[in-house]
Nanobody
Framework: QVQLVESGGGLVQPGESLRLSCAASGFRFSVYGMSWYRQAPGKEREWVALITNAGGRTRYADSAKGRFPISRDNAKNTVSLQMTSLHPEAPAVYSC????????????WGQGTQVTVSS
């Protein structure tokens, strides 16, 4: 059974940083690319960042480029998102998921972790 458990969210002030982590189990983690997504209330889930299975390549949404490096540890089955220089924004839930060869997420999501940036 696939399990994705996100953590690390919270309430921070603009300009501060957060490190999100996702612990994965129930599948061969090192075989899959992994992505982070965010979803604000009333909005569609949007992709934030992707890392290939061995960690050799990364891709970012424009909003994350240069600020939210994604990384993974295949020995620990974890993927992280280091969020820096956070901008004020509405609260959003950040989630991770494995992706297929086309970069699309598989069905089944964890509970996510909420990030709020507010002064």
């Amino acid at each position: 059974q696939v399990q994705l458990v996100e953590s690390g969210g919270g309430l921070v002030q603009p300009g501060e940083s957060l490190r999100l982590s996702c612990a994965a189990s129930g599948f061969r983690f090192s075989v899959y690319g992994m992505s982070w997504y965010r979803q604000a209330p009333g909005k569609e889930r949007e992709w934030v960042a992707l890392i290939t299975n061995a960690g050799g390549r990364t891709r970012y949404a424009d909003s994350a480029k240069g600020r939210f490096p994604i990384s993974r540890d295949n020995a620990k089955n974890t993927v992280s998102l280091q969020m820096t220089s956070l901008h004020p924004e509405a609260p959003a839930v950040y989630s991770c998921n494995r992706v297929d060869g086309g970069g699309e997420p598989y069905d089944g999501w964890g509970q996510g972790t909420q990030v709020t940036v507010s002064s």
